[in-house]
């Protein structure tokens, strides 16, 4: 049995589909969320929403941890988020995306974030994100919401 997930790449129509929250984190979202994990740091990313693995739940995983220069994995999983706040402020940062292969775009959003959401203990938890950070916590949010950070890009083009 796999311990990793394939990651699925645009245009495929699950991407593009809203996840549905999850009534708890029980066993098998705490696997699916491991799961996850484990494919994101083979890909390597620092994010992943289940969309990406072809699964239509409302769970995000990210670690920024720079494990090529060393850095202690810090591993951030999540149920059901939602932003609750963000700033007037805007960040542009340059995104890309495992499901969007050599694709690399500034993107503009909140410079910082608010989000509420369930941990891999099934326990209500807030983070407050700014820079890379904000930018991650948001493109996986959005994933959830079958939003693609291309999509922000049509305007500009
Ligand atoms: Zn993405």
């Not at 996840?19 to 066993?27: G, I, N």
């Not at 994995?73 to 007037?88: F, K």
């Not at 983070?127 to 996986?140: F, N, T």
């Amino acid at each position: 049995m796999s311990n990793s997930y394939d990651i699925i790449i645009v245009p495929d129509p699950v991407l593009k589909q809203t996840a549905q929250p999850v009534s708890k984190v029980d066993a098998a979202v705490q696997k699916q969320m491991d799961k996850m994990l484990a494919t994101m740091y083979e890909a390597p990313g620092i994010g992943l929403a289940a969309n990406q693995v072809n699964l239509l739940n409302r769970v995000l995983v990210m670690d920024l941890a720079r494990k090529d220069e060393g850095e202690a994995p810090t591993p951030i999983c999540m149920a059901n988020p939602e932003i609750i706040w963000e700033s007037e402020e805007l960040s542009v940062m340059q995104e890309g995306c495992l499901s969007i292969p050599q694709q690399y775009a500034d993107v503009e959003r909140p410079a910082r974030v608010r989000v509420k959401y369930l941990n891999r203990e099934g326990k209500q938890d807030e983070l407050e994100a700014d820079g890379l950070l904000s930018h991650c916590v948001q493109h996986e949010i959005d994933h959830l919401n079958g939003v693609l950070f291309v999509d922000y890009l049509s305007s500009l083009k």
